[in-house]
């Protein structure tokens, strides 16, 4: 049979791939370590499960409007009216996930031979979504050197580099390596983003409660409020609320752009799930100590598992400011004269010799490096660490 063009500019998602063949080895008996799930290890909190019983109960199992129940989109944007933007319902579409939600505004924004600037390290369907789009991708290295952050001047550099530019992609706090930008730094790129009238900007803002350096990570409109018209903001409930499963994001930005994602989004999935609303509407209720309590484990495994593998020899890890990701550096051990060709040779050898399941760096644009995610407990974190040390000794 023969395949569209479109799927062979595509690979699988290599974290699925590594979390996949880890629960499998588990149900072979295997006992495995996985640092590779990007998903909270909490259960979806019981108001919201018990609103979305509450919704089936009362029948509310039909269509809605294809960008979301009215009452969650206005939701929304009255939980982004207390951090500081002005956010219209008609501003906010509910689509099925985050990823869901930058596919569709892919698809309506870029055309053959638009350039989509994507710093990396990168979440490994940020490329993807755009060549989807029949777009180009144009990537900068964002090394450990700046924090994995990209800065003004180098975005400056590749834009006057980029004549086509159309889109600049950026992640706050960052998967895969929890980096999270400031607001000054926000600020400081939005300059560069105010000086070519063409370009815009994607923030996704999936992770930004789950930060280290105060309630909410700082947003790029909320910093750079001219450029709001020239910014689509993704998020969801699958971090912050754990639930992932459930399948619920959401994007904001100019109510042109929401319409036309709208329009596509009817003639594909149509909308989301129809109950499961009415649980994130029951999310946005919740008191904040509930994601708190969250947010204290997860700074508690960050620190337990940044320390054990600064404590192997070779091993840099810097230190995130949020999600639930550290990004290693294991190229001492790769290379020339190393015992590992790459990080995709390290990582196999790692899950078949040490049983400890991790995402080679290379997945994210960043060769050398490992992704371990810490939603897990801090005696499977210790263990996990001790088995990476123990094999690399």
């Given at each position: 049979m023969k395949f569209s063009a479109r799927i062979g500019r595509v690979q699988p998602s290599p974290t699925l791939a590594v979390t996949a063949k880890a629960k499998q080895m588990k149900a072979d008996g295997i006992d495995v370590v996985s640092f590779g799930a990007g998903e909270p290890d909490f259960d979806t909190p019981a108001p919201i499960v018990a609103a979305a019983k509450k919704a089936l109960d009362e029948?509310?199992?039909?269509?809605?409007?294809?960008?979301?129940?009215p009452e969650l989109r206005a939701a929304i944007a009255k939980d982004y009216a207390r951090r500081g933007r002005d956010v219209a319902p008609n501003e906010v579409i509910i689509s099925v996930g985050g990823k869901?939600?930058?596919?569709?505004?892919?698809?309506?924004?870029?055309?053959?031979?638009?350039?989509?600037?994507?710093?990396?390290?990168?979440?490994?369907?940020?490329?993807?979504?755009?060549?989807?789009?029949?777009?180009?991708?144009?990537?900068?290295?964002?090394?450990?050197?700046?924090?994995?952050?990209?800065?003004?001047?180098?975005?400056?550099?590749?834009?006057?580099?980029?004549?086509?530019a159309r889109c600049l992609v950026l992640c706050s706090p960052s998967n895969p390596t929890g980096a999270a930008y400031s607001a000054d730094e926000l600020q400081q790129i939005g300059r560069v983003v105010a000086d070519f009238p063409e370009l815009i900007v994607f923030f996704d803002a999936i992770y930004d409660r789950l930060?280290?350096?105060?309630?909410?990570?700082?947003?790029?409109?909320?910093?750079?409020?001219?450029?709001?018209?020239?910014?689509?903001?993704?998020?969801?409930?699958?971090?912050?609320?754990?639930?992932?499963?459930?399948?619920?994001?959401?994007?904001?930005?100019?109510?042109?752009?929401?319409?036309?994602?709208?329009?596509?989004?009817s003639q594909s999935t149509s909308n989301p799930t129809?109950?499961?609303?009415?649980?994130?509407?029951?999310?946005?209720?919740?008191?904040?100590?509930?994601?708190d309590d969250m947010k204290t484990a997860f700074a508690r495994r960050r620190d337990l598992i940044v320390g054990?593998?600064?404590?192997?020899?070779?091993?840099?890890?810097?230190?995130?400011?949020?999600?639930?990701?550290?990004?290693?550096?294991?190229?001492?051990?790769?290379?020339?004269?190393?015992?590992?060709?790459?990080?995709?040779?390290?990582?196999?050898?790692?899950?078949?010799?040490?049983?400890?399941?991790?995402?080679?760096?290379?997945?994210?644009?960043?060769?050398?490096?490992?992704?371990?995610?810490?939603?897990?407990?801090?005696?499977?974190?210790?263990?996990?660490?001790?088995?990476?040390a123990a094999a690399l000794a």
């Open positions: 029948g509310k199992t039909r269509y809605t409007p294809a960008a979301g129940i869901h939600a930058l596919y569709n505004a892919n698809q309506v924004l870029f055309d053959a031979g638009d350039q989509v600037i994507v710093p990396g390290p990168y979440w490994v369907s940020y490329p993807d979504m755009a060549r989807l789009a029949d777009a180009d991708v144009v990537t900068v290295d964002c090394g450990i050197d700046v924090d994995f952050k990209l800065t003004p001047r180098a975005l400056r550099e590749v834009l006057e580099a980029s004549p086509r930060y280290y350096g105060g309630d909410i990570a700082p947003d790029f409109v909320a910093v750079n409020p001219d450029l709001a018209d020239r910014t689509l903001t993704f998020n969801g409930f699958s971090k912050t609320y754990c639930m992932t499963g459930w399948r619920l994001g959401y994007t904001i930005g100019p109510a042109a752009v929401i319409a036309k994602m709208a329009t596509l989004q129809t109950f499961a609303q009415y649980g994130a509407l029951a999310a946005l209720q919740l008191p904040d100590s509930v994601i054990l593998l600064e404590a192997i020899t070779g091993v840099q890890c810097p230190r995130p400011g949020g999600a639930f990701y550290v990004f290693p550096d294991f190229n001492a051990f790769i290379g020339a004269g190393q015992r590992f060709e790459d990080d995709m040779e390290l990582t196999a050898y790692l899950l078949e010799q040490a049983q400890v399941a991790v995402v080679p760096g290379s997945a994210f644009g960043a060769p050398g490096h490992l992704r371990l995610s810490y939603a897990t407990s801090d005696a499977l974190i210790t263990e996990g660490v001790r088995r990476i």
